[in-house]
């Protein structure tokens, strides 16, 4: 099974921004869809970006559409969160993960098999 990892938080001002990478190890990566989530305290996990198996098709909530975009290497094994124009309400953990269902961007947490540690992203007014 794929493991993740991923990496790139920080501290960054608002209107700054980030790029967090996801590296997959011990699996197919091309075989799998891949997703963006993250979770600030005391809220519940929330879907960010995801992706299907080579990145022609991708799915953003409101909240970020137009600022994040989600990318992914295949040869790299890696998937990119590029972050820009970032808020303070952006400040949260965040967590890459992977799907077996690979046809398609997932938003649902249900829909994720494996997931990563998390990177923390804090953003200061």
């Known amino acids: 099974q794929v493991q993740l990892v991923e990496s790139g938080g920080g501290l960054v001002q608002a209107g700054g921004s980030l790029r967090l990478s996801c590296v997959a190890s011990g699996g197919t990566f091309s075989k799998y869809a891949m997703g963006w989530f993250r979770q600030a305290p005391g809220k519940e996990r929330e879907f960010v970006a995801a992706l299907n198996w080579n990145g022609d098709s991708t799915y953003y909530p409101n909240s970020v559409k137009g600022r994040f975009t989600i990318s992914r290497d295949n040869t790299k094994n890696t998937v990119l969160l590029q972050m820009n124009n970032l808020k303070p309400e952006d400040t949260a953990v965040y967590y890459c993960?992977?799907?077996?269902?690979?046809?398609?961007?997932?938003?649902?947490?249900?829909?994720?098999?494996?997931w990563g540690q998390g990177t923390q992203v804090t953003v200061s007014s």
């Open positions: 993960a992977a799907s077996t269902n690979w046809g398609e961007p997932l938003p649902l947490e249900s829909d994720y098999d494996v």
